[in-house]
């Protein structure tokens, strides 16, 4: 409805003001801050009761987007379902903390969409947003000194990450996650990770029109919730989980329903126990924990991308940054136990998952491994080994298997396995750090999702094949789709790194690969990373990247590559040997990839932003993306000092 114009200068230059007084002492008006005391009259001005001023406060901050009737219908749309609504779960936390005396604030910092901004220069500005964000977060923190306690209400690929930065390097403050939970999948249709790819089945003849548009309009069945496969969004929820910083069960809980709203009541039930109790963000975050993400991490078969954000949340929390050699030590001892998509065998939907138990389930496993920590705190108050010990005979636990079985005709022991069973399934652990002549600094595949059609008896991967090398992702999705790509090429695609797009996501590529009936006797290679729902034979964060002067820059069409890549000792090697049948050694290729001039081509995309190159300079000096891609303030104080010296300023 319109503005009524006969009102419109019906203007009141003076008010009453708020009923009632303040609950003001004489020792407050004596030694209290002027911000206190002014904070209390912005509290009553917004229509709080002053008699009400008295309780603890505790703030609330959101990755909430969009704007929502009551009723669910929108006014504004926000930019995915994952924060569309998140507001919901504020709403029940907030009402738990005011029922019980306290006063609620909130505050908010609205995340992008990896999915929307997939092929466009949108994406230069996804990973640059996470470290952005953390920073506003802490700051929206700190000016609020009267806060006792922070939860944090994320989901989606980087506003999570963002929020666990943020509350990480909050140390002294009791501070909690509540996961926005995941979306449902279709009844007839294709889950949110299959449907990015409608572009190129349809160029490949493999999808009409028709069933292109249908399809895409029931792909996010729920408005609610981060997408229905274990992609970043899925993979941050369980990381948040695992290193102890949620209540038990929270992760991947269905957006919207009544199981998900009471999370964020318990939530804040157990954030008010923690600041009673003096239990605070750091007695959670300890380097076991780290160790603990990174092993649920592996045994979900979880996204690439969590190889930037656990170690970028460690270094907020002031911990040891874990090493590729961390890694692979874990990877090596954890198998993978979880099948889901987008990694099978079996490709179910994240809400099966949860209700198969979860976090808590695959940790049991786990701990019977003996690869847990379970001496750590968590934010119920206990221990993570008392948490696992009411899981296990807990009746919720019992409650959703049989739901999961009831509604869906699933077993729970399908979905999340035992190590015993995953043996005989052929699952293997979930990544790889490939090295070689191409990657001196390593590189990142999930090995785990390389379809097992060519893999080989021994449980190795290898493909030998002509370059065809691409200096941006629009001209290698085009030779996707027009036909410039065949069974047997190794496509590279190179300048795409942080100093290029701000490490730009690549999954229309990878997604396509994976959908397209040739698309598994085609590997990829670049210096650009992947989407979580990536699978496949796709080799990122190669490192150096490109305009870092990393050999990958110096490849060229034709050129031959050999990959080998073993998924049972997740060992792996990337290698350039010579062009066409010219072939040399691995170490002859070092040597005349060294005296080879960078590609022509090869350059930072014209449309980089200059927040994102200031982003990239400064991650680059902070250790670049094998140390999360983070802003370590040492670091790059020490690198201005010595540029200072070095210009005799």
Known sequence: MGTDHSQIYEIHTHASGPEGSLPLTREMLLNSPSGDLFGLSQNVGMGWKPTRLGGKQFLLLSTQGGIRKDDGTPVALGYHTGHWEIGLLMEEAANEIADNGGLPFAGYVSDPCDGRSQGTTGMFDSLPYRNDAAIVFRRLVRSLPTRRGVIGVATCDKGLPAMMMALAGIHDLPCIIVPGGVTLPPTNGEDAGKIQTIGARYSNGELSLEDAADLGCRACATPGGGCQFLGTAATAQVVAEALGMTIPHAALSPSGQPIWKEMSRQSARAMM???????????????????????????????????LHIPAIAHAAGLPVPTVQDWIKINKAVPRLVSVLPNGPDYHPTVRVFLAGGVPEVMLHLRRLGVLDVDVMTVTGEKLSTVLDWWETSERRQALKKLLLDADGVEADDVIMTPEQSKRRGLTSTVTFPMGNLAPEGSVIKSTAIDASVVGEDGVYRHRGQAKVYTSEREAIFAIKSGGVVAGDIMVLIGRGPSGTGMEETYQLTSALKHLPFGKYVSLITDARFSGVSTGACIGHVGPEALAGGPIGKLRNGDTIDIVVNRDTLEGSVHFIGHGDDLVSPEEGALILQA????????????LPDDTRLWAALQAVSGGTWRGSIYDVERIVTALEAGKKSLGW
């Not at 080879?596 to 449309?607: C, E, F, N, S, T």
């Open 273 to 307: 126990a923690m600041e009673a109790k003096g239990i605070k963000m750091k007695d959670i975050l300890t380097e076991s924990a780290i160790r603990n993400a990174m092993a649920v991490h592996a045994a979900f078969g979880g996204s690439t991308n969590l190889l």
């Open 596 to 607: 080879r001039d960078p590609h022509p081509d090869l350059a930072p995309d014209a449309k």
